[in-house]
């Protein structure tokens, strides 16, 4: 069974203006097919692991052959990521309660919250993601990856994300990362993140 792009259950321009359409389609119809494409040509062959879910895959990279660990890491991480993110994007979607006790408990606020995060997304160098996730030790933490590494191949589980890739925002903001991240805060769908939380 082939890996499939996602569909949103959104339209492209639903974030508009803060996040714009054309970015939204490019990096969906573009960016992230190319990762669900390639995915599907590195595990040609490999019908042991097709059967797998992407988030399994990429769990337990150790069980995937040396030959295209690489290849699997970068477009299933890729996969992961994006469909992932896509989720936690919605307009005007208040922080749950749930989710706020424990960001409070763990950052002191939620602003607290968002200028740490913002911290760790403007730290990355080059391309990648910067995470909310809960850790091992089931405490909120907030981690970064490089390229499209994934926390969850760390035995964390994700809550929220933000892609730090270019891609993802230099047609409206061009090199202003700190200005998307901004942006960013207006459109997470903390309904979704709560799930992410509870589930
Ligand atoms: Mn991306």
New binding site residues.
Partial sequence: MAYTLPEFGYEYDSLEPFIDARTMEI?HSK?HKSYVDKLNVALEGHSELEGKSVEKLISDLDSVPGKIKTAVCNHGGGHAN?SFFWKILKKDVDCEEDILDAINKEFGSLDEFKEKFKEAALGIFGSGWAWLVVNKEGKLEIVKTQNQDSPVSEGKKPLLCV?V?E??YYLKHKNKRPDYIETFFKVINWEQVSENFRG
């Fill in positions: 990096h960016h994006h892609d890739w891609h993802a």
